[in-house]
């Protein structure tokens, strides 16, 4: 699978567009783009998915770049309840039965 | 509906004692199931998954072990606990094949003193 590299830290102010980045230029055709996000000493939560378009859903939207080696996940107006850690993982095909998790970005949203 | 149960939440073992944590699923069939670890401060760590009853795939090299006797009860057990098994342990089960979420349950605290 490919490996991911995300910032360790970042802020946003409350209300304000979130938006976290992460690479993977070394992605190959079949692998998929899943964020999850990990709040302080619960288990990590499903955000959304990606191969090769953008995707939104009702808890934040993802854009892959064209060439497929960035992504980001953006949670459009942040809330005190989205400071978590957030993990972009990069997975070959959609059958894999091992889901690696990296260090992540720990976003801390502002009052 | 699915859930996913762990028990016991909190944990306080000596070195040297062993560890049995169980995990079981409701609400599905033959689900993908997971137990991952996460020492304080770091990102999840894959220690085992499982496929189906008695198959059991391991990522690590450790002194832990898992066992799926039923379809949706999953076991992480130790014979010796050691001080760095402290940490997080999580429960995780998948819908098998094409499905994309993996769902977690509420974790284990374990302190090995």
């Known amino acids: 699978d490919a490996k991911t590299t995300q910032p360790p830290s970042m802020d946003c102010a409350e209300g304000r567009a979130a938006n976290l980045p992460c690479n993977h230029s070394?992605?190959?055709?079949?692998?998929?783009v899943y964020w999850y996000r990990q709040i302080h000493s619960q288990g990590p939560q499903y955000i959304i998915h990606g191969l090769k378009n953008n995707e939104t859903n009702e808890m934040a939207s993802l854009i892959i770049t064209e060439d497929r080696k960035s992504s980001t996940l953006i949670l459009p107006h942040a809330t005190l309840r989205d400071t978590a850690v957030y993990y972009c993982?990069?997975?070959?095909?959609?059958?894999?039965?091992?889901?690696?998790f990296g260090a992540g970005t720990r976003l801390t949203v502002k009052p | 509906s699915q859930t996913i149960h762990q028990w016991p939440a909190t944990l306080v073992q000596p070195v040297g004692s062993p560890l049995s944590l169980e995990c079981t699923v409701e609400g599905t069939s033959n689900p993908n199931l997971y137990w991952y670890r996460q020492a304080a401060g770091r990102g999840l760590q894959l220690l085992f998954y499982?496929?189906?009853?008695?198959?059991i795939s391991s990522e690590v090299p450790q002194n832990l072990s898992a066992s799926r006797p039923q379809d949706r009860q999953f076991i992480l057990s130790s014979k010796k606990l050691l001080l760095s098994d402290s940490g997080f342990y999580l429960c995780a089960w998948r819908k098998a094949g094409v499905t994309y979420e993996q769902y977690f349950g509420p974790g284990t605290r374990l302190t090995v003193t």
């Open positions: 499982s496929v189906g009853i008695g198959q």
């Open positions: 993982i990069v997975r070959r095909g959609i059958f894999n039965n091992d889901m690696r």
């Open positions: 070394t992605i190959s055709g079949n692998e998929y």
